[in-house]
């Protein structure tokens, strides 16, 4: 009982710290929770089970259709931010060169 209480006090001395450390397992606790949290409630609602074939892959096709336009947003937003730092970029060399 005494080392597991060790490495825990160990591990909370680092995240303390350690900024970078600290946030990426707090955005790992949340995604973990979310999970937990979205299983419990699919497996605890009796969402779906009244629908139909059809309407199952009605609700797979819009599932599909979501997934599709949250990855051209991201596209999207990397390439919009891959402009601006070009765009910056040129801009602090103008600026050196006058």
């Given at each position: 009982?005494?080392?597991l209480?060790?490495?825990?006090i160990?591990?909370?001395?680092?995240?303390?710290?350690?900024?970078?450390?600290r946030?990426?397992?707090?955005?790992?606790?949340?995604?973990?929770?979310?999970?937990?949290?979205?299983d419990?409630l699919?497996?605890?609602?009796?969402?779906?089970?009244?629908l139909t074939?059809?309407?199952?892959?009605e609700?797979?096709?819009?599932?599909?259709?979501r997934?599709?336009?949250?990855?051209?947003?991201?596209?999207r937003?990397?390439?919009?931010?891959?402009?601006?730092a070009v765009?910056d970029?040129?801009?602090?060399?103008?600026?050196?060169?006058?």
């Amino acid at each position: 009982m005494l080392p597991l209480l060790f490495i825990l006090i160990i591990v909370v001395a680092l995240l303390v710290m350690i900024p970078g450390l600290r946030e990426r397992a707090t955005e790992g606790l949340k995604n973990l929770t979310d999970v937990w949290i979205i299983d419990l409630l699919r497996g605890t609602s009796r969402f779906g089970a009244d629908l139909t074939d059809e309407g199952r892959a009605e609700q797979r096709r819009w599932s599909e259709q979501r997934l599709r336009n949250l990855r051209g947003l991201t596209l999207r937003a990397k390439k919009s931010f891959q402009r601006s730092a070009v765009s910056d970029q040129r801009g602090k060399d103008e600026k050196n060169t006058d």
